[in-house]
């Protein structure tokens, strides 16, 4: 039997558990967390590439990436750590025009106060030895950014979340809401009812099904993303920074001793969430080997070395993306009680720390700030989406991740 609880998170990926987290740690412990397959973060968090980046375009969205970091740190002196390798990143300009947008976010980490230097190419290659920086207009040195291991970071919150006193119930599938004089009060899962006064939707790349149990049409859109890992290469070690190189639209870190390398594509391959059954995940992702070339293609004139190298494993999977490339997180007004925590837009584990932050900033201050009002699910409510409309938006965010 579940246990009827004040908070039901719907999700058990990065998101749903860190915001679990969260919570508890904000001292609002009676809360399940339902999540249908066997163990949490199995799904598109299990895919992850792992990277967390704290530089970005605004000081708010600067200000929760760094939450994020704090929140790995503490997890990582748990005694179920998320892996957290704090190596620092490298961003790289290939032309001045880039440069300027990095001055840009360098700003907004100062005023952030996230420590941030830029490097010139001798030192740029003394933290990435094999890296060929000649060509480089500027490189941005973050020294606490890094990386984790995806699947240990929900493992890691769900350990760390049920010591506060958090319930999980693996196993479960929601299939229905509860109302009650239009505001939620239970669920109905494949495992029995519970009653609730809050339920959260993190259910990633079903999150659009989820919110239709509500009677509500959400915009979210699953985006295919991917990356591949090499075999172990001569020189690469796991304390070599993560990097980024936005004209080639790339990203990438050591993983096992080899080249993980990821991108984004510009022409995407989208999902309407209205095409695939809510008892299900998307389609799974088959592996575009075209792209993936493309992405080494690009690459070598940066890292000579990484060309021959055999690839050793494909990360693959649907996160989901928003029409503006903005989070989910809140309260709809038409449902009260109802609250999304999801369109991650490819940031949902280095962004769960700061997402739980907000989230819980959205439920229990009497004033949440300008940010996270912004990221209120109520703006996309109110009209029925334009759906190809919308589709097209969320693709282009995908397509354009590292426009200037
Ligand atoms: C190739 C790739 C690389 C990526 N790299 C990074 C990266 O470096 N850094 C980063 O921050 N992000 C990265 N991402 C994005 C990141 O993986 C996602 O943003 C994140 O995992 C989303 O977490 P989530 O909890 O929203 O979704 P999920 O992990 O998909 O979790 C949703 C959960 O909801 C459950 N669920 C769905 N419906 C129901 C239901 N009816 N009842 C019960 N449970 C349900 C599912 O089983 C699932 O476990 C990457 C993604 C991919 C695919």
Known sequence: MLPNSEIVIVGGGAVGVGCAYALARAGHTDVLVIERGDDVGTVTTAQGAGLCGQVRDSVERTRLAMHSVATFRELQRSEVPPDWHEVGSLRVALSERRAEEFRRMKAAADAAGLETEFLDRAEARRRWPLMNFDATAAVLWCPSDGYMTPRHVAASYRHNAARLGVRFATATALEGIELRQGRVA??????????????????????????????????????????????????????????RVPELTLYGRVRD?????????????????????????????????????????????????????????????????????????????????????????????????????????????????????????????????????????AAHVYETYYGV
């Open 186 to 243: 239970g669920i109905r899962t494949n495992r029995g009812t519970a009653e609730c006064r809050t339920l959260i939707n993190a259910a990633g790349a079903n999150a659009y099904h989820v919110a239709r149990l509500a009677g509500l049409e959400l915009p979210i859109f699953p985006v295919r993303h991917e990356y591949y890992v090499t075999v172990p290469m001569e020189g690469l070690t796991p304390d070599l920074p993560c990097f």
């Open 257 to 393: 001793g080899g080249l993980l390398l990821g991108g984004w594509e510009p022409r995407s391959l989208s999902q309407d969430p209205r095409s695939f059954s809510p008892d299900n995940e998307p389609p799974p992702v088959v592996t575009d080997w075209p792209v993936l070339d493309g992405f080494e293609a690009s690459f070598t004139g940066l890292l000579p070395t990484s060309r021959p190298a055999q690839k050793s494993w494909v990360g693959k999977g649907w996160p989901t993306f928003t029409p503006d490339g903005r989070f989910l997180i809140g309260e709809c007004s038409g449902v009260p009680g109802f609250v999304m925590a999801c369109g991650c837009n490819a940031h949902g584990i280095s962004g769960s720390g700061g997402i739980g932050k907000l989230l819980v900033e959205s439920l229990f201050d009497p004033h949440p700030g300008d940010y996270v009002r912004s990221l209120s699910p109520n703006r996309f409510l109110g009209s029925t989406p334009d759906w190809s409309e919308s589709r097209r938006q």
